[in-house]
């Protein structure tokens, strides 16, 4: 199958309303809508004619089965290859699923992943494999009767087995599911180990940004030294030693500077070799800084660096030349291990940010 054979219902609300609404206009259908109304109408037209759905929707290809999504990557480990999985795959599928989709009744939709479908890639060793499970439930209630209604969500996971490349598009929380799901198709429960995009401490967030010829404009840290608690009369000398120098600007008095901050020096007895600055930071359980512009090329951030630990960064970057390029904005998660694409990607971004940004 190709994409636009696989495309779904819900890839078509990952579509941009001017797509939603470019698609009804050559349907002759109505845009008028929310973006849910445009996709439901179009779906119920390509139901009914299913013969137009590859050509109606081969132009959105590249943006169906990405969209506002989050990115997480697995590799096999030990000397371990991708090599053959689409073949273990097909003989353990209840179906040829490159051939065909086949979506459950509701009521067999568990939590644990279903193959649905698989769509072919530019080469054999590359395609996509198509899921559903359940992610919740909700009850619609009828006066004394009630229907609890499952919800449930499609993943795509991408699989290039030239390059052990397992790619898993769904929230981080959620990956290792799929990872395990797609393990035990391929026999290889012991070597499948996420990839590393991010070192522990988030020092690389910068080189991220680098490799993607971006820019780094938000990111999120904690302190590096927790010093312990900070308690109730702590937190008020350090604001006085604000006020302090506060006043100072004010009234230009050195010598009311200089006492006042003799004075809260001695109320915070601080250790041998404590610096302010981590005193201050210890109070404070995330730091977030941003702006319009390079993070790094601001003085104050790169004076915290040495103090933070960075937890997340917002990167911005472009795909082609101007006017045509794609602007992308993606979210780095250190504790996750993950890249949430904040703006609604193609599948041309989603490559260009794999080839940039894995490392082992």
């Given amino acids: 199958m190709k994409i636009a054979e696989a495309i779904l219902e819900s890839d078509l609300q990952r579509l941009s309303k001017k797509s939603l609404v470019d698609i009804c206009n050559e349907l002759k259908l109505s845009p008028k809508g929310l973006q849910s109304e445009l996709s439901g109408r179009i779906w119920a037209f390509l139901r009914e004619n299913k013969n137009r759905k590859e050509a109606v929707l081969k132009e959105y290809e590249e943006m169906a089965l990405c969209g506002k999504t989050s990115v997480t990557w697995y590799y096999l480990e030990g000397g371990a290859t991708l090599k053959g999985s689409r073949e273990k795959i097909l003989a353990k599928a209840r179906f040829n699923p490159f051939s065909k989709a086949v979506m459950p009744d509701t009521g067999k939709i568990t939590e644990s992943p279903i193959l649905i479908s698989a769509i072919e890639g530019q080469s054999k060793e590359e395609y996509y494999l198509r899921f559903v499970h359940k992610i919740g439930t909700i009850n619609k209630f009828s006066g004394s009767q009630r229907e609890v209604i499952p919800i449930t969500k499609v993943v795509t996971v991408y699989m ?9 598009r769904t929230e981080a929380n959620s990956a290792k599911k799929f990872a395990s799901t797609i393990a035990g198709m391929i026999e290889q429960h012991t070597a499948i180990t996420p990839r590393n995009i991010v070192d522990k401490d988030g020092k690389n967030i910068g080189a991220i940004a680098d490799k993607l010829g971006g820019i780094l404009t938000e990111s999120t840290s904690k302190p590096e030294t927790n ?14 030693i604000i006020t302090a120098i506060d006043a100072y600007f004010l009234d230009d008095d050195i010598r009311s500077l200089e006492g006042n901050l003799q004075a809260a020096k001695q109320e915070l007895d601080l250790a041998q070799g404590t610096l302010f600055t981590t005193m201050f930071l210890s109070g404070l359980e ?8 390079d993070l790094r090329d601001h003085a104050f951030f790169n004076y915290l660096k040495p103090h933070v630990q960075q937890q997340g960064g917002y990167i911005n970057f472009s795909i082609g030349e101007i006017p045509f390029a794609e602007n992308c904005t993606i979210r780095v998660g250190v504790t996750t291990n993950s890249i ?3 703006t609604s990607a193609t599948e041309k971004a989603v490559k260009y940010v794999r080839e940039n940004v894995i490392i082992l």
């Fill in 227 to 240: 010093i312990g608690d900070i308690s109730g009369q702590e937190t008020k000398n350090l604001i006085a």
């Fill in 160 to 168: 290039n087995e030239d390059s052990n490349c397992i790619e898993i």
């Fill in 340 to 342: 949430q694409f904040l």
């Fill in 286 to 293: 995330k730091v977030g800084l941003g702006g319009k512009s």
